[in-house]
């Protein structure tokens, strides 16, 4: 018997078409006229940023862009951007892109209001007032940020990245429009795709699962089990990129009330590192997670391979926890992930500066194993000598 809270805080609309409802939905959670919109040059080149200028514009707001966003989204860019929404005076913060972009608008929507740098909120509850309202129109179908109450950014100096946790950076609305995936290359769709994927087992075998976030995380995986190498496949499949957005947006919502665990921070820790983007991170260490993992929790490990069906009632859980093991190996193969040893910047030299920070990551003592320093050593080492 576990207590636990459940507090979602964001109102999701979730449809195909619902990004050119933006600004009425904008209107819905503030009272003000001034729009601070956070993108990066992707959504700019695409058009997409300019279409959502003029639809604000049609409804009287007024807008600033800070389109300065990058992958891993980095500190230094995150405090010029709270700089510039507090000098338009933004009544409201609009962040269009994918989780970078999200997490981006989250710390500047903090430094708005409270300023300074983001590793001064780096940790759960340190976020001191409200901020403005935040709404999240996510471009990819992954990291679930639209829902989640975390941003993780990088700290550009000590190369780590760190992340604030809490309940007043949850975006007031999500629009999770899948059209808004339909042009997305097969690589990234495959990077972000299996984020999600990560997202939904951890939630449900870390140790700070709890009956809500385990059905989130168990729907989660029936939406995007079955439907990634089909989007990856052809990234017209309107019904898959529909169930690849529907189930990242669950895993968000499973794992921002659970937590991540060790495969994310063994990816945190190559992204400050190597500036590996974060899908492709997290599937490079999650079949050996697992397999490290599943002899602490068998059956709950048994019960993703039943849910994948790869595993019926007759299998015992050790088999079925090997047979999901080898599924998620063939799995990146399939949707061609590269490997950890195919990174040119990986370096075993590297490998012991790699276990250190990501032992420090906070999802550490959330892990379904307990894991120690040395054991996250190992493990990049096993990442690296496997072969695809």
Do not use: W
């Not at 995986?221 to 898959?240: C, F, Q, T, W």
């Not at 992204?271 to 899908?279: A, E, F, K, W």
């Not at 090997?322 to 040893?341: R, Y």
């Amino acid at each position: 018997m576990i207590n636990f809270t459940f507090d979602l805080p964001t109102k999701i609309y979730l449809g195909n078409g619902l990004f050119y409802k933006t600004a009425d939905y904008i209107s819905n959670i503030t009272k003000g006229r001034r729009v601070f919109l956070v993108t990066d040059q992707g959504m700019e080149k695409i058009g997409l940023a300019d279409i959502l200028l003029k639809q604000l514009q049609k409804k009287g707001f007024e807008v600033e862009i800070f389109s300065k966003v990058v992958p891993n989204p980095k500190d230094a860019d995150c405090t010029e951007g709270g700089e510039a929404a507090r000098s338009f005076d933004a009544d409201c913060i609009v962040a269009l892109g994918g989780g970078s972009v999200i997490d981006a608008a989250k710390a500047i929507a903090v430094l708005q209001m409270h300023g300074g740098m983001p590793q001064e909120y780096a940790g759960r509850g340190n976020v001191p007032g409200p901020v403005k309202p935040l709404v999240a129109i996510p471009t990819t179908a992954g990291t679930g940020a639209e829902v989640t109450r975390s941003s993780v950014i990088t700290d550009t100096k000590r190369k780590i990245k760190f992340t604030i946790k809490d309940v007043r950076i949850a975006p007031a609305a999500a629009i999770v429009d899948p059209e808004l995936t339909y042009g997305l290359p097969p690589a990234l769709t495959a990077s972000t795709g299996m984020d999600a994927l990560v997202h939904s087992i951890e939630a449900y075998t870390c140790k700070l699962s709890n009956p809500v976030s385990d059905g989130l995380a168990i729907q989660a995986m029936k939406h995007i089990y079955p439907n990634l190498r089909r989007a990856v496949e052809n990234g017209s499949d309107k019904e898959a990129r529909y169930h690849m957005m529907t189930g990242s947006m669950i895993a968000g919502m499973a794992f921002s009330h659970a937590d991540v665990a060790s495969v994310h921070c063994m990816a945190e820790a190559i992204g400050g590192l190597y500036d590996t983007p974060h899908g492709v991170a997290n599937s490079m260490f999650l079949p050996y997670l697992i397999e490290f993992n599943a002899e602490a929790d068998t059956y709950k490990h048994a019960e993703i391979a039943r849910t994948f069906g790869l595993a019926g009632e007759k299998e015992s859980d050790s088999e079925a926890a090997v047979a999901l093991v080898h599924e998620v190996k063939q799995l990146a193969k399939d949707i061609e992930i590269p490997s950890f040893a195919s990174l040119v910047e990986a370096r075993t030299e590297d490998f012991d500066y790699l276990a250190k920070s990501a032992f420090e990551n906070g999802s550490t003592p959330s892990n379904a194993r307990d894991i120690t320093e040395e054991d996250y050593k190992n493990l990049f080492y096993k990442a690296f000598e496997s072969k695809p």
